[in-house]
């Protein structure tokens, strides 16, 4: 449950103008010393290592906030169908299935769409 808290709070920090801000100083700071070190090897190195590192755990972490978002939507979506009366319960677990039977129900789906009239309750206006 740490992870989760700390992946959470690391996401909104990341996320923000400031951390942005911060970042693009550090590669201004980075370029502008350039010459100071002779643009040799290890001033190359600083950045490609510290880029690639940064972005391996970034990969991770935008990992963790999508599935945990997804739950979140998943969660949400189940008690919308299941409070819904006309709603097919059948589509509560549509995670489980194989992308062929997502396929076909998407079709299915599709083709509902094409045959069924518009509500009109369903119009803003």
Known sequence: MKFE?????LAKVSGRPLTFASALLL??????SGPLFGFN???QLVINTSTTI???LM???IQNTQNRDNDVLHIKIDELLRT??????ALLDLEDMDPAEL???RKH???MGEHEAPDPSDNPD
């Open 59 to 61: 990969v991770f972490l």
């Open 84 to 89: 819904t009366q006309r709603a097919h319960k």
């Open 54 to 56: 940064i972005t391996f």
């Open 103 to 105: 396929h076909a129900l």
């Open 41 to 43: 090897d290890t001033w």
């Open 5 to 9: 808290r700390f992946a959470q709070w």
């Open 109 to 111: 789906y599709q083709q």
């Open 27 to 32: 590669i201004i700071t980075w370029a502008v």
